[in-house]
C-alpha cells in the first residue's frame, strides 16, 4: 500500500508525494500555501485516479514520458516523474490507480 507524504517546504507552502510500496515517488503535487488545501488535494488523487479519463499521458520536450492527475475541473492535482519510455509511464499510472485509494497519509 503507498502513503501520501505531506511536507512543507522551505518557502512555508504544503506539498505532498504520493509513494509507492517500494518507496518511489510516484505523484507529485503543487504547492499549497494551506495545509488544509493539500489535504483537499489528497482527497482528490483518491477520487479522481479511479478513472483513466482523469490522466494526461504527455511527453516532454526532451523526449521523457510523463503524466498529469486531472480534476474534473480539468485542473492539475499531481505531476508524475519523468520516465525513458511510453510502456514505463503507462506504468505509473498503473501504480496510481492501485496505490492512491487506499494510501495513509502520513507528515514529515
Known amino acids: 500500500m503507498g502513503k501520501f507524504k505531506v511536507k512543507q517546504r522551505k518557502n512555508g507552502e504544503y506539498q505532498f508525494n504520493l509513494v509507492a510500496t517500494n518507496g518511489q515517488n510516484i505523484l507529485s503535487s503543487e504547492g499549497y500555501t494551506a495545509k488544509a488545501s493539500c489535504m483537499n488535494g489528497i482527497e482528490s488523487v483518491k477520487k479522481h485516479s479511479q478513472d483513466e479519463k482523469y490522466f494526461d499521458s504527455k511527453e516532454s520536450t526532451n523526449g521523457k514520458f510523463y503524466f498529469n ?32 485509494v487506499d494510501a495513509e497519509t502520513v507528515e514529515e
Open 69 to 100: 492527475l486531472k480534476a474534473s475541473n480539468g485542473q492539475i492535482i499531481g505531476t508524475s516523474e519523468m520516465y525513458e519510455s511510453k510502456a514505463s509511464r503507462d506504468n505509473g499510472i498503473q501504480s496510481v490507480m492501485k496505490n492512491a
